[in-house]
Nanobody, 114 residues
Framework: QVQLVESGGGLVQPGGSLRLSCSAS????????MAWYRQAPGKQRELVAQ???????DYIDSVKDRFTISRDNAKKTVYLQMNSLKPEDTAVYYC????????WGQGTQVTVSS
C-alpha cells in the first residue's frame, strides 16, 4: 500500500520561505502526475500545484510566481518551494495524485505569522 509522508513545514514570518517534501513508499511516483494540496482551518482542501509526467506544471493563481513544484523520481520525492509566504498561506499541506485518489498522509503544518 502506498504511504505518503509530507515534511518541511513550520512557523515562518511573512515574506519567508519554506521547502516542503513529499516522499512515498513503493514506486508509484513514476509515471504518475503529482500534486500539492492545502487545507486551511474551516476551509475545504484545495489543490495548489500539480506536475504531470512530462513536467508540465500548473498552479492556482494565488501562488503563481511564489511557489515552485518539482519532482525527483529517483528519490521518489516531490517538492514545493514556497517563497514570499503570506498569512493566507497558513494551512496543512498534503501531496497526492491530482485526483486525490491515494490515501492521504498526515500533512505538514505551515504557519505564516509575525
Amino acid at each position: 500500500q502506498v504511504q505518503l509522508v509530507e515534511s518541511g513545514g513550520g512557523l515562518v514570518q511573512p515574506g519567508g520561505s519554506l521547502r516542503l517534501s513529499c516522499s512515498a513508499s513503493g514506486s508509484f511516483l513514476g509515471p504518475y502526475s503529482m500534486a500539492w494540496y492545502r487545507q486551511a482551518p474551516g476551509k475545504q482542501r484545495e489543490l495548489v500545484a500539480q506536475i504531470n509526467t512530462r513536467g508540465v506544471i500548473d498552479y492556482i493563481d494565488s501562488v503563481k510566481d511564489r511557489f515552485t513544484i518539482s519532482r525527483d523520481n529517483a528519490k521518489k520525492t516531490v517538492y514545493l518551494q514556497m517563497n514570499s509566504l503570506k498569512p493566507e498561506d497558513t494551512a496543512v499541506y498534503y501531496c497526492n495524485w491530482p485526483s486525490g485518489a491515494l490515501a492521504w498522509g498526515q500533512g505538514t503544518q505551515v504557519t505564516v505569522s509575525s
